[in-house]
């Protein structure tokens, strides 16, 4: 009897060793998985990009490629924030995906709201320390005894 048992312990044994291994084989397969729709659903490629800095926030436009080729443009915001107690400052981040069929329909009401705060408002003046790379050049252009042109909000409207 006591044969009996041994064999019966080792067979409850091999029984538990086998099912421990074909788990851990199928938790790999999942993982393996896992890893691979990872590379597939990798960040979109950036095309063109364009970073416009106001005061503490800064604006990413990045013009990117979906799977299927379209274009579409990413508008994130990232605003510097300085934590009590900390040293290192945090960055909070907003993004809008703004599509190809839906940038005639933006750009109109972005031009409406923008005419609407200057007419409110009138001319605006841009931040100092805000300057575009193709501005920049026109400005260091300019003759010293010129005075700078005045440009409404965003030099959209002159």
Known sequence: MCATKKRCKDTKK???????????????????KMENQKDERREPEIVYSRSV????????????????????????????????GEEAPSFEKHKVFLYKEDFAHFTEGLHDVIAYVQNQLGTIEERQEWKPEAQEAEQTAAPADEEPKKKGLFGIFK
Do not use: H, M, P, W
């Open 53 to 84: 800095k106001a005061g503490k926030r800064i604006y990413y436009l990045d013009v990117r490629k979906a799977r299927n080729e379209d274009l579409y443009l990413c508008i994130t915001e990232s605003k510097r924030r300085q934590a009590e």
């Open 14 to 32: 091999f029984a538990y060793l086998q099912k421990k291994s074909y788990l851990c084989s199928e938790f790999l397969q999942i993982t393996e």
